[in-house]
């Protein structure tokens, strides 16, 4: 049986929940970017009003089977849409990612949309390639959750 994946607005219940995933060490390195003090309460509860009081910004909580398993997000860097996503340690490798992205990507009109991932996330850049994305160039930027300058692939989605 499948596990019911829903994609909903985020509520303030679903904060501590983002808290904590985002506050996992080992989530935070492979993320490479992160918040530059995922222990940060107050910088992490700035952020989350900003992106909730956002009108440009698409942010949904994902559910699965009711329980709060991680986030998605489509959000405007200069002229395009970037999407990003964070699920769960506790949850990789059951597919959660790929389907959270592609409920978001469904319910997003504008197309090209634009993601970034680390070049040694192997499962973010699988979630990405099973969604359509595909490498249109390369970048390198300060990674806060590694603590240093990496490469990242800059994937894109067209159809």
């Known amino acids: 049986m499948t596990a019911e994946l829903r994609l909903r607005p985020v509520r ?10 985002q506050s996992d060490p ?15 309460r ?10 909730r009081t956002d009108p440009a910004i698409v942010s949904r909580t994902v ?8 986030h998605v997000l489509a ?5 395009q849409t970037e ?8 949850d990789w490798g059951r597919g959660y990612a790929t ?3 592609a409920a978001l ?4 009109p504008q197309r090209p949309v634009h993601a970034r991932a680390a070049k040694d996330n192997a499962g973010s850049l699988a979630v990405l390639r099973k969604c359509g994305f595909v490498i249109c160039g390369e970048d390198r930027a300060y990674a806060p959750g590694r603590g240093t300058e990496i490469e990242e692939y800059v994937l894109e989605l067209t159809g």
């Open 12 to 21: 303030d219940e679903d904060l501590p929940e983002f808290f904590r995933h």
């Open 26 to 40: 080992e989530a935070v390195r492979m993320a490479a970017f992160a918040a530059d003090d995922p222990q940060d």
């Open 42 to 51: 107050a910088a992490f509860a700035a952020h989350w009003h900003r992106v």
């Open 63 to 70: 559910t699965v089977d009711g329980r709060v398993v991680g």
């Open 75 to 79: 959000f405007p860097v200069a002229e």
């Open 83 to 90: 999407v990003s996503y964070w699920i769960d340690r506790a």
């Open 99 to 101: 389907r959270a992205l």
């Open 105 to 108: 990507l469904r319910d997003l």
